[in-house]
T-cell receptor
Framework: DTGVSQDPRHKITKRGQNVTFRCDPI?????LYWYRQTLGQGPEFLTY????????KSRLLSDRFSAERPKGSFSTLEIQRTEQGDSAMYLC?????????FGPGTRLTVL | KQEVTQIPAALSVPEGENLVLNCSFT??????LQWFRQDPGKGLTSLLL???SQREQTSGRLNASLDKSSGRSTLYIAASQPGDSATYLC???????????WGLGTSLAVNP
C-alpha cells in the first residue's frame, strides 16, 4: 500500500494524559499537512511541513500541541495534557504539488 | 481571509432524483477546488478535483463545475442512490503554503 497511513486509527485517553499520533506520507511527497475535524464541522488546518521544516502553524495549535517531521519523512503530532475539547478526528495529508492525499485519520476521544 | 460556504447544510431526497450541492468561496485566488465524500465516523474520499484553469470535471454520475470569477462551484449528482448518503465537503487550495480551506459540508440522505 503506497498511500498515506496514520497510526493509531483510534485513541481513547483520559483528560490530562499525553498522546502522540503518527503519519507516514507517500514516500516522494515533500509536503505534509495536519488537519483537525470536530463533530459536525469541516476539517481545519493545523500545521504544514515542507520536508523537515514546519512552515506554518494555525492559531488552533496551542502550546499543548507540537508537531515534528524529522528527516522530512514521517510526522508526529503530540498533544500534552489532553482536554475534552481535543476530541476530534486528526487528519494527515501529503502532496508533491497541488493534490493532497489523505490518510484514514486518527479519532481521538478524551474522557 | 478565504471562507468557504456550503448550501444546503442538509438535504433529503427520494432515490432517483438529480441533485445539486453548492459551494461558494470569498477569494478567487485559488489553485484548485476539490469535492470530498465522508461517511459517518470515517475519513475523506476525494471525488473530484478541478484545477483553477478548468471549468468542470466528471466522474460517473458526478459532475463538478467551477466558476472562479464568481467564487462558486456546484456538485451535480445524477440519479441518486441510497449509497450516495454521506456528507459532501468542498475545499479550496489557497495561500502561499497551499493549504485546504474547507466548508462545513452538506449532509445528504437519499431515501429508498
Amino acid at each position: 500500500d503506497t498511500g498515506v497511513s496514520q497510526d493509531p486509527r483510534h485513541k481513547i485517553t483520559k483528560r490530562g494524559q499525553n498522546v502522540t499520533f503518527r503519519c507516514d506520507p507517500i514516500s516522494e511527497h515533500n509536503r505534509l499537512y495536519w488537519y483537525r475535524q470536530t463533530l459536525g464541522q469541516g476539517p481545519e488546518f493545523l500545521t504544514y511541513f515542507q520536508n523537515e521544516a514546519q512552515l506554518e502553524k494555525s492559531r488552533l495549535l496551542s502550546d499543548r500541541f507540537s508537531a515534528e517531521r524529522p528527516k522530512g519523512s514521517f510526522s508526529t503530532l503530540e498533544i500534552q495534557r489532553t482536554e475534552q475539547g481535543d476530541s476530534a478526528m486528526y487528519l494527515c495529508a501529503s502532496s508533491l504539488r497541488d493534490t493532497q492525499y489523505f490518510g484514514p485519520g486518527t479519532r481521538l476521544t478524551v474522557l | 481571509k478565504q471562507e468557504v460556504t456550503q448550501i444546503p447544510a442538509a438535504l433529503s431526497v427520494p432515490e432517483g432524483e438529480n441533485l445539486v450541492l453548492n459551494c461558494s468561496f470569498t477569494d478567487s485566488a485559488i489553485y484548485n477546488l476539490q469535492w470530498f465524500r465522508q461517511d459517518p465516523g470515517k475519513g475523506l474520499t476525494s471525488l473530484l478535483l478541478i484545477q483553477s484553469s478548468q471549468r468542470e470535471q466528471t466522474s460517473g454520475r458526478l459532475n463538478a463545475s467551477l466558476d472562479k470569477s464568481s467564487g462558486r462551484s456546484t456538485l451535480y449528482i445524477a440519479a441518486s442512490q441510497p449509497g450516495d448518503s454521506a456528507t459532501y465537503l468542498c475545499a479550496v487550495l489557497a495561500g502561499n503554503n497551499r493549504k485546504l480551506i474547507w466548508g462545513l459540508g452538506t449532509s445528504l440522505a437519499v431515501n429508498p
